[in-house]
């Protein structure tokens, strides 16, 4: 395996931050795989490369255009110095072949930090790899727990936190979750690194809002947007249907980018769709959150576009019974409604909260206060 950067071990010459103190460079090694990484290695590597340096290496798990290049693209995120072209399959699949790949990457690169994003395959895979290899494990998004262990996103995340030597919290919620399974050391508040991203791309998504309710036909307000992925909503026909029949029987049009996991198991089922239910492809990060930002309720079960709805003051309907971010339903902004047809149609009908959602997701420099964090209390391998 080749790799466009050195595998040579990093200099340990200073380096000088902008406050005049100097830094020893870190070599770090990134895993990305899914278009929720994206976002986030695209914020943190702004802030990485200036001091440091950064080996990307994306595992593929999600590899077509409009799942994966785009974000590249409209994120201005570096290119990745390995794709391992992991592609579709099994869980365990996804995670072997992603882990052969990563643990070959870090003995030839040889790096002083591991960063993992998040609770995807590709996540785990990276904590695991590093971990087998005495390699120090930053976990960026530690601590959110569902308690649904039937998600392989809870396993992944639980899995991820306890062999992590730094966990950046983005609430406060997260890390006394992580208190409660005994783990205190190396837990920092850093705040959301996905809210970084939502106010450093929102003055590009202001000038393109109206072009996208034009090119699609739709009014402010005048529309949901919902996207339906995960697997306890896909796998079974029988929830998928329920969700579906939701959607058709609200009062307004419905935006759907799909996945094409859940495509795939409408056509598999024979699922009809609702005339106001109007299916597009995969939309890169500038399109979806200008549709977020217009919508009048968000339906989702996706944990990245429900936060983001939060940020954006949007009221959301969880297509699940449990959350991440129970702090995003005090005050009404997210109810959950489960796969319950009913349930999703009321939720969605609802009134919009008062005020504005408080700020539990931190300050917008989260990636700052992570690097910072590396820089104040360096790995020791």
């Not at 026909?237 to 959607?247: D, G, H, K, Q």
Request: proline share 7%; with cysteine; aromatic share 6%.
């Amino acid at each position: 395996m080749t790799l466009t950067r050195s595998s040579r071990p990093p200099s340990r010459r200073p380096r000088s931050r902008d406050d005049g103190r100097t830094v020893a460079i870190l070599k770090v090694l990134t895993v990305i795989g899914a278009r929720p990484q994206f976002v986030k290695a695209a914020m943190l590597s702004r802030v990485l490369r200036r001091r440091h340096d950064e080996v990307l290496v994306h595992t593929g798990q999600h590899y077509d255009d409009l799942m994966s290049d785009i974000f590249f693209r409209e994120l201005g995120l570096p290119q990745p110095d390995l794709n391992l072209g992991v592609g579709s399959g099994s869980h365990a699949t996804q995670t072997a072949r992603a882990m052969e790949g990563l643990e070959a990457a870090m003995v030839e690169q040889r790096p002083d930090v591991v960063v993992v994003f998040g609770d995807t395959n590709s996540t785990l895979a990276g904590a695991l790899a590093a971990a087998k290899l005495g390699l120090p494990v930053a976990h960026v998004e530690a601590g959110f727990r569902s308690y649904e262990r039937a998600l392989p996103e809870e396993i992944n995340r639980v899995l991820t936190d306890h062999v992590s030597t730094y966990l950046f919290c983005p609430t406060q919620n997260a890390m006394e979750c992580l208190a409660r399974e005994g783990i205190v050391d190396g837990v920092h508040h850093s705040g959301d690194i996905m809210y970084d991203s939502l106010l450093s791309i929102l003055p590009r998504v202001k000038p393109v809002a109206q072009t996208v309710l034009e090119d699609y036909g739709l009014q402010a307000r005048g529309y949901y947007l919902s996207t339906v992925h995960r697997a306890a909503n896909t796998d079974d026909p029988a929830p998928l249907a329920r969700v579906f029949s939701a959607l058709s029987q609200l009062d307004m049009p419905v935006i759907l980018p799909l996945h094409p996991r859940t495509r795939a198991a409408l056509d598999r089922a024979s699922i009809s769709v609702g005339s106001n239910v109007r299916l597009l492809e995969p939309v890169g990060y500038l399109e979806m959150v200008a549709l977020e930002r217009m919508a009048r309720a968000v339906i989702s079960d996706s944990g990245g576009v429900r936060r983001e709805a939060y940020f954006l003051g949007i009221p959301c309907v969880t297509l699940r019974e449990d959350t991440e971010f129970p702090e995003t339903l005090i005050d009404g902004w997210d109810v959950l409604a489960g796969d319950d047809t009913e349930r999703i149609v009321q939720a969605a009908l609802r009134p919009r909260p008062a005020g504005e959602p408080r700020p539990i997701f931190g300050d917008g420099h989260a990636a700052e206060k992570i690097v910072e964090t590396l820089e104040r209390d360096p790995p020791n391998r």
